[in-house]
């Protein structure tokens, strides 16, 4: 009988070690699961704050070096066409001036490419970059652009006309 007691002794004892370790397994197991879905959630929060810095600067930068790139006298102005501030970039191809107008609209910084002298349709232009808000003003010699994102980041960056100091 002290024989059988101690196969029962031996058996609960088994049970107990066998679920112990599938409790700690399961913790384990649960612990990993919780960690993971937390590091998921930063890395998605990092690469959409990413995302939107690089909209944000983005937008201003190519904005920028159209600016450079069309950097000569009477070649940049900033003009108010359809209740927006749009940038116009003037240049003369074979004899014909063609204007490339830069503007915000619906969410998008936009460029129309066409000849001179005619009434622009900006529901033509190329979409180029996702932006929340953008904004262009002449100052003088300088065009100052405003961009800002989903976030509330704002940038401004103020460009100086080397073609107004000639």
């Known amino acids: 009988m002290a ?18 370790t599938v409790v700690l397994i399961a913790l384990f197991a649960i612990s990993a699961l919780v ?8 890395y998605k929060n990092v690469v959409l704050a990413s995302n939107e810095n690089f909209e944000l600067r983005t937008s201003l930068s190519y904005v920028a070096t159209r600016i450079r790139q069309f950097d000569a006298s009477g070649s940049v102005d900033v003009v108010n066409l359809d209740g927006m501030n749009t940038l116009v970039l003037s240049e003369n191809f074979e004899g014909d001036i063609y204007n490339t107008l830069i503007y915000y609209k619906n969410g998008y910084l936009c460029e129309l490419t066409q000849a001179d002298g005619y009434e622009p349709d900006f529901d033509f232009g190329f979409e180029t970059i996702e932006i ?5 003003e002449k ?11 989903a976030s ?11 073609s107004q100091n000639d």
Request: hydrophobic residues 40%; charged residues 30%; negative net charge.
């Open 152 to 162: 509330g980041d704002k940038e401004t960056l103020k460009l100086t006309l080397r």
């Open 132 to 136: 929340d808000d953008f904004s262009i």
């Open 3 to 20: 024989d059988l007691d101690d196969k029962r002794v031996e058996s609960r004892s088994k049970l107990v070690n066998a679920a112990g």
């Open 139 to 149: 100052q003088g010699n300088f065009i100052v652009l405003s961009a800002a994102n």
């Open 35 to 42: 960690l993971l879905s937390a590091g998921m959630q930063v």
